[in-house]
């Protein structure tokens, strides 16, 4: 095990020799087993350890068995390094109210689980300079989880399945001094969960804890788990090593066959996100498509061909549930608007920054018309620049006192293509020459709302920024890795 470990280390450039690593256990067999393997492999391990509080007594059992862990563990070692004190391992411990955290972002509670942890983990690896965050996922956990890909439906990115090395799409944290990502690795996608268990019980007769609910069927990787106990350990073997094969053609090779990317909506007719995507394929020699999918109803099926789509109105929110996680910049807004394997995100903001960067600033007071997707990533953009807003329907007459606000956002669809003669019902009367009006449509180019605010002297700036920065930084997640 060991051995095989730091080899598969090696062989991925997971970590430098003796690095500072953060390790997360839960107590269970795998990150049990993951811990003592770095530590007898030299690293100077860190760990955290989360208390979620979904389990009862179960979640309080698990913590102090992880705390009686990392205070004996280091006494195991033959050679004591001197970060260890008095056999210690350092511990980490956070308390997450997750039903609540779940509830306020309108998620799963096994999304919220995620996003709170893998949150955490990216800052405390910071502040500890740790040079990754090491995860204990093995190879049935990657069989496990291509098999759920396929089901999904999915191209070769999902095929690959979990990457050894991966960013933490849930945190932006960064190494000190270099500037780098910090990456969660998975020194364990080498071997198995019974060999795991066999290592620990019959090699160095180590303790562990069980989750029982890792055996309630009524969670989707619980039920793959399930199915998976019938196969052999060398098919799962054989199924776990597809990802690290394909990776290495990947690598190795260009990529020959068309990559298949989308928009997922209702109503398209003014989508410019095709004709953008085909103008960018064929300038950079990409070779790739782009269509435009409307759906009735997100439960009539998003095509399984896709490797990456974008949402748009009226999905954004709605199709939150259908994923299997987001990341926490997604989460905090509570929209989504890119998809890449089964991950949602949120670039829409990044355009908004973008838009109105040079126009605005911090201190100001903003009006933010609409409740949906996109006036969801404009408050959380507006608050990134430091600018208070204030969100309301633009269903009926708005009635505010919009001499008060510095900058309006239109965020409905009023005035987009084919309804070019439809805006927002206020006062124009009222605007100044010293406000800003930003309209998130981008369809027609300038909208009724914009040519109003304009005839009162205002700033007025379209939603074509908006469209085509929110694209790039798409893409540039579709072709990140994973």
């Not at 903001?349 to 109105?356: A, D, F, K, M, Q």
Request: glycine letters at 8%; one cysteine or more.
């Amino acid at each position: 095990m060991l051995r095989r470990v730091k080899k598969y280390i090696s062989d991925q450039g997971l970590l430098d020799s003796g690095a500072r690593v953060l390790v997360c256990v839960s107590g269970g067999a795998d990150s049990v087993a993951l811990l003592d393997v770095l530590l007898r492999a030299g690293y100077e391990c860190h760990v955290a350890h989360c208390n979620f509080h979904l389990r009862g007594t179960e979640s309080d059992r698990d913590e102090a068995f992880v705390r009686t862990l990392c205070a004996t563990l280091g006494d195991r070692l033959r050679i004591k390094p001197e970060w260890i004190i008095n056999g210690g391992i350092p511990l980490y411990v956070r308390d997450f109210d997750t039903l609540s955290y779940a509830r306020a972002h309108r998620l799963s509670v096994e999304t919220a689980a995620r996003t709170l942890r893998y949150g955490w983990f990216g800052e405390l690896a910071a502040q500890l300079g740790c040079q990754a965050i090491a995860v204990a996922h093995h190879q049935n956990d990657q069989a496990e989880t291509i098999l759920m890909n396929i089901r999904r439906g999915c191209g070769l990115q999902g095929l690959r399945g979990m990457q050894p090395k991966a960013a933490n799409s849930f945190s932006e944290e960064r190494l000190a001094g270099s500037g780098e990502a910090i990456p969660i690795i998975r020194p364990l996608l080498c071997t198995t969960h019974e060999y795991i268990c066999h290592y620990l019980r019959d090699i160095r007769h180590i303790d562990w804890v069980e989750d029982s609910t890792n055996s309630d069927t009524n969670y989707k990787r619980n039920a793959v788990r399930a199915e998976l106990a019938n196969w052999s350990k060398k098919e799962i073997e054989h199924l776990a090593t597809l990802g690290d094969r394909l990776t290495s053609l990947n690598s190795n090779k260009k990529e020959r066959y068309m990559k298949h990317y989308g928009l997922i909506g209702k109503h398209l007719e003014h989508s410019l996100s095709a004709d953008y995507f085909a103008r960018k394929f064929a300038q950079e020699g990409i070779d790739a498509d782009y269509r435009l999918i409307e759906l009735g109803a997100l439960w009539e099926g998003i095509p399984a061909d896709l490797d990456g789509y974008n949402v748009t109105i009226p999905y954004k929110s709605a199709i939150i549930p259908y994923l299997d996680h987001i990341d926490g910049t997604a989460a905090e807004i509570g929209a989504v608007n890119v998809v890449k394997n089964g991950v949602g995100y949120n670039t829409d903001y990044i355009g908004v920054i973008e838009s109105l960067k040079s126009k605005v600033e911090s201190g100001q007071k903003a009006l933010i018309l609409g409740r949906g997707g996109a006036a969801k990533a404009v408050s959380y953009a507006l608050k990134v620049m430091g600018i208070d807003s204030e969100m309301i329907s633009a269903h009926d007459e708005i009635t505010a006192d919009l001499t008060q606000y510095d900058l309006i956002v239109n965020a409905t669809p009023l005035g987009m293509y084919p309804n070019e003669d439809t805006y927002p019902d206020m006062n124009y009367a009222a605007l100044t020459p010293r406000q800003v009006l930003f309209d998130v449509v981008y369809n027609p180019e300038e909208t009724e709302f914009m040519r109003r605010g304009a005839a009162q002297g205002c700033t007025v700036i379209g939603g074509r920024t908006m469209l085509y920065a929110q694209a790039e930084a798409s893409w540039k997640i579709w072709n990140s890795a994973e």
